[in-house]
């Protein structure tokens, strides 16, 4: 009887702590666990789960996503600034917002133990986590306002002005030392055949000759740095970052020429070159320089408030 009772009450735990483990399970591969950071107010609900994570601890992941772990802790830094700049943008007024409105997706500590392994996570998840920690609170404003607080991976030796002027401080700055980072040139050399095909794939409704598609190829509008916004191919216009998504190309600073019979296509950079160059940003944190020097030399005229 007592053996009956036993393991009645066993399987009724066991009932019990399944729902538990479960959530325990899911949690883990869905949001970003309780770490060093203190904690903000704000909260964000993530989109699979409907968990409501704190801003600052939700900050660990998009960092994670954003920036090579390997990079200078100033460097880390200055990206959790800019990252909580962009989440609290889009905030407004509001202390939650549906993950579903971000753009910018996190990684997850699923996704953080596949791209580190298993073994370099705990380090890597705590040297983020110290990063968003030793920079609580703190955002980019400008006249008073949050700033678009754009970056990219590489420059072309110098980054970008916003000549809308929607973003007046986004304003160009020597980057010399990004020509020297990994990446910075990408080549690749396609048949008519092959490129004709990356150019069909933009739109279904807008499909190019292959013969002689070489010589159609016009820069319609194009920046000082060289990066391409607006083409023209077979008398259709197209934006650039779609052609240098169809080609594989990191940037619209981009180039066409022939080559032994075929289409050399080549493009210098990563990114759209606006803002803070990661790479650029890290040479200057081996300098020595910390990440509010940094932030106020890649973005004209900002404040580093807090908020």
Known sequence: MRKKVGLAVGILLVGMLIPYLITMITAREESIPVSQVVKSGKTVTLQSSGNKVDAEEYLIGLVAAAIPVDYEEETIKAQAVMERTYLYKAMGEENDIDESELSRKPWTIKEMEEKWGRDEFQNNYDKIGKAVADTKGLVLTYEG??????????SVGKTRTDTSQACPYLVSKESEKDLEADGYQQSRVLTEEEFTAAINS??????????????????????????????QIAGYQFVAVKVAEALQLYSTCMEFEEYEGKIR???RGIGQGYGVSQYGADCMAKEGKGFEEILQYYYENIVITTV
Not at 145 to 154: K, S
Not at 204 to 226: H, K
């Open 202 to 231: 933009i739109d279904p409704e807008i499909q190019v000759p292959q013969e002689g598609i070489l010589s159609t190829v016009q820069i319609v509008t194009s920046d000082e740095n060289g990066y391409i916004t607006l083409m």
């Open 145 to 154: 306002g949050l700033i678009d607080a754009l970056y990219h991976r590489v």
């Open 265 to 267: 296509v080549s493009a």
